[in-house]
């Protein structure tokens, strides 16, 4: 009888204790899961949406690259002794992008020659050079004046006053130390 009492109170315990909840094997798939807790351990903070990303702020146009630029010079090819060549320097920006042309007398310099006799420089007087300070879109260009007044350039802004001799002369300009272009000149007596 002892037996039997015994027997039916295990039966009682089995059915009457809940199902999966053995107190002696915890079941890792019965524990009871922190939703909260687990999101957190699996998503680092505000990578578990998309958040929405600021938009680029315009640049403004940076300075010309030097590869990006072309420098072309025009002027007179005969001229008589007593005038002035005009120059015409142009500087173009070839790239693709708007940027900021800086010309001043440190980076552009045009100097006359006859030979190996250097006759005339802009680097004698940085007020030859017209300095400006501009954006040039692509394609955009840059048209600037220099006037050689036909004479011998000293340092201090002075020129000499007589007119060159007759002959050939060489005007080159020069911008960035790279780019470069000429004008070849005949000088004839003054008429």
Not at 52 to 62: D, E, F, N, R
Not at 155 to 165: E, H, I, L, M, R
């Amino acid at each position: 009888m002892v037996l039997a009492a015994a027997l039916i109170l295990v039966i009682a315990i089995v059915v009457v204790w809940p199902k999966g909840a053995t107190p002696t094997q915890p079941n890792a798939s019965s524990t009871p899961v922190n939703s909260t807790s687990a999101s957190m351990a699996v998503s680092p903070s505000g990578s578990g949406t998309a958040s929405p990303t600021a938009s680029p702020t315009p640049t403004a146009p940076q300075a010309c690259l030097t590869e990006n630029l072309r420098l072309s010079m025009t002027g007179s090819h005969q001229l008589a002794q007593g005038s002035k060549q005009k120059f015409t320097a142009t500087v173009t920006n070839s790239g693709t992008v708007s940027c900021v042309l800086n010309l001043t007398a440190s980076n552009f310099i045009l100097t006359v020659t006859s030979g190996s006799d250097r006759i005339w420089s802009t680097s004698d007087c940085a007020k030859w050079v017209p300095t400006k300070k501009l954006t040039l879109k692509p394609q955009a260009k840059y048209a600037f004046p220099v006037t050689w007044p036909l004479q011998r350039s000293q340092a201090t802004c002075k020129t000499t006053k007589t007119s060159v001799n007759p002959g050939t002369y060489v005007g080159k300009a020069t911008f960035s130390d790279t780019l470069t272009d000429r004008v070849v000149m005949l000088i004839t007596k003054k008429a």
